[in-house]
Structures are given as structure tokens and as C-alpha cells.
């Protein structure tokens, strides 16, 4: 298979959070490892000079707290990435809890054009039953403080929010507030095993993701996560993986360890022929094949989540998932049920795509 450049581009800064939330799938977040530098370096070189680099690559700093690593630690990450990239076209992205952003980082943030999610899942009684402290606390008067801090500062950010059993009978509550906090995007995540005046209100991905996706098919082709190293994940002591970024640090019955590599010892397009990716990457495609086989949603979709499948089932080999139906079929039902009223002669269409206009999902991870 023809090796894709990478797409996004994960960095595990820190396993550490200042978080104990119910639902994290994260292991060690008690271990407060920084990520060297020279790991980034190596890591951006050797993509550079194994071209597995183009213009629109996503820098995204996740798997543990983000802002507990020091704003100056950032800085000296960012220093390799600018001079080995040159004028490469890049977006550095912080998932985080936003307990911590304060106008410190908010300057950091600004200086360098770096995009924000913030993970809160709505009012008190919804977010503080889950995002805890380590004390058991509850979170939600930092997070929005947080918040509010980023917004005195003009800088846009948008949520994630994990939907649990808590939240179903308080949907309308939980979009309200979110939309009460003016992000640019509003996101779900559904807890995993492991007369709306739309022009003022913020879009959610997962419906913009099945407009995108009815609007443009294509099967597998734009699944970023049947495909090595369009997506690349680095953990804090420089191991990699590829295909769904939830699988660093992690193992299985079935597989062992999930990680391919180190970017300390060996080449990217190296590790592709290593035992270890074979046996991912052979179960991986038979779990695609099995979608094309057996789903109709095989378009608009194009092989499911290896990880979800993996947690759920044991295997990379599966096809259908709770997840599948949760972030692909149920959106996608809604926005078929939108334009068909539409088609009726009723109600108002989500907006389609323009002619010729290329079409990108938004990644759980953006």
C-alpha cells in the first residue's frame, strides 16, 4: 500500500493530568515524564526526509494534560518544528481540560496561532459527575474560567463533550450551555468502552461531518484512520503508532503491544515492515473489507474506528460498532431525515457543500 503523508501529527507531550475523569481511557496519568525535545526534533526530521510531509498538517498536543508542561517547554518544542518545516503550512492544536489557561497562556496561545478545544461536558450536574480532580472534586468553575479567559483575549476555541447514561435526559440543557459559552464548534463524543436559528448558533461536527460525508461518499478513501500514518502518534519517550491515536501505550490479548516503533531507533517507513505493523495493518483492512461487505453506510463512513473495534470486540477484524451507530449512523440518519423534509417542501437544508469544494471531516482529535 502507497504510505500517505501525515495528516495529523500527535504528540504526547506529558502521560501526566491534573484531571481524574471517570470515563479516561488514558493509563499512567499520574506519571509526570516531560517529553524531551530532541524527540520532536527527530521525529520532524525524519518525517522531512522520509517525505511523509505536505502543506495542511495538524500538530496536535493531546494524551494527558496539555498545559501542565510549562509554556516555555512548548516554546523550545516549537523551535525544531519551525526550522525543519520552513514554510510548510501547519496548525498547532491543544486538546485540554482548560483548567489551567490563564492570561499567561492565553499571550502563548495568541503568539503562536494555536487552536483550542476545550473538553467540558455541560452544566455542573452533567460536567462535575465525571471531570473531577484527584481529589474528587469537581472541575467546571475552572474550566469556564478558562474559558473566559480565552475569550478576553479574542482567541476562538471550540468543546468536546462526552456524552454518558447522565446526559441523555438533558440534552436541550447540555446544548444550551454550550452554546451560552460562544465556541466556534461544538463536538460529542459518546462515552466509549474504553426553531433553532442556525446562523447564530455554532455548527456540531458530527453533523457537519455527515453532511460532508453524504456529500462527498468515497468509502475508505478519506478515513483517516485505515490508512498508516495519516495519522502519527508519539508517546512522551518517543514510541509511535499509527492508525486511531488511542491505541499509544495501550495492548491487547490479541496483538501485544500496539506501538510500531520509537522515532529515537528506528524510521518510519521502516517500521512498515516490522511483524508488529503487518499484524495490525492485515486485521485492520480484513475489518475495512468486512464493513464494504456488510454495511450500507460503507460511504459515508469507510471502515470505522480500529480502535473502537479493538476494545469492543478483541479484534481489528470486526466490523460494526456501538460507536459506528453512535458518531456515524445517527447523525447521518438525521441529516437524510433533514433533506428529505427539505425535498418535501419543508424546513430548511443543512448547508451542502459548494460545487468542487473539497470536503474534510473534523477529527475527534482537532
Request: proline letters at 6%; glycine letters at 8%.
Amino acid at each position: 500500500m502507497e504510505v500517505s503523508p501525515v495528516e495529523l501529527l500527535i504528540f504526547q507531550p506529558t502521560p501526566f493530568c491534573n484531571l481524574n475523569c471517570t470515563y479516561c481511557y488514558l493509563p499512567d496519568r499520574k506519571d509526570k515524564r516531560v517529553m524531551d525535545v530532541e524527540i520532536v526534533r527527530t521525529a520532524v526530521e525524519k518525517l522531512k526526509e522520509e517525505q511523509l510531509l505536505e502543506p495542511g498538517l495538524g500538530i496536535i498536543w493531546h494524551a494527558g494534560e496539555p498545559t501542565v508542561v510549562r509554556p516555555e517547554q512548548y516554546a523550545a518544542y516549537f523551535a525544531p518544528i519551525r526550522e525543519v518545516l520552513g514554510d510548510l503550512e501547519y496548525v498547532q492544536h491543544f486538546q485540554t481540560n482548560g483548567t489551567l489557561i490563564d492570561d499567561r497562556w492565553c499571550d502563548f496561545i495568541a503568539e503562536h496561532h494555536i487552536a483550542v478545544g476545550i473538553s467540558i461536558d455541560g452544566p455542573d450536574y452533567i460536567h462535575d459527575r465525571s471531570r473531577k480532580t484527584w481529589n474528587g472534586r469537581g472541575t467546571l468553575d475552572k474550566t469556564v474560567r478558562g474559558i473566559e479567559a480565552l475569550k478576553k483575549h479574542g482567541i476562538p476555541f471550540h468543546t468536546i463533550s462526552v456524552i454518558g447514561e447522565a446526559s441523555l435526559d438533558h440534552a436541550k440543557e447540555i446544548y444550551d450551555f454550550l452554546v451560552s459559552l460562544e465556541p466556534v464548534l461544538i463536538g460529542f463524543n459518546v462515552e466509549e468502552q474504553e426553531g433553532v436559528n442556525q446562523t447564530s448558533t455554532p455548527p456540531i461536527r458530527e453533523f457537519e461531518n455527515a453532511c460532508g460525508a453524504i456529500a462527498a461518499g468515497g468509502g475508505s478513501d478519506f478515513n483517516q484512520q485505515v490508512y498508516p500514518y495519516r495519522i502519527l502518534t508519539i508517546s512522551v519517550d518517543g514510541a509511535f503508532t499509527t492508525f486511531s491515536p488511542e491505541l499509544l501505550g495501550m495492548s491487547s490479548k490479541a496483538y501485544g503491544s500496539l506501538e510500531i516503533g520509537n522515532v529515537k531507533t528506528d524510521s518510519f517507513r521502516g517500521a512498515l515492515q516490522n511483524p508488529k505493523y503487518n499484524q495490525l495493518a492485515s486485521d485492520i483492512f480484513a475489518g475495512v473489507k468486512r464493513c464494504e461487505e456488510t454495511c450500507e453506510y460503507f460511504d459515508v463512513c469507510g471502515g470505522g474506528a480500529p480502535a473502537n473495534k479493538l476494545f469492543e470486540t478483541g479484534t481489528f477484524a470486526a466490523a460494526e460498532t456501538n460507536f459506528c451507530e453512535q458518531h456515524l449512523k445517527i447523525p447521518v440518519r438525521i441529516v437524510l431525515k433533514d433533506l428529505e423534509t427539505t425535498l418535501a417542501g419543508a424546513g430548511k437544508a443543512f448547508p451542502a457543500p459548494k460545487a468542487g469544494e473539497k470536503v474534510r471531516r473534523i477529527s475527534p482529535w482537532e
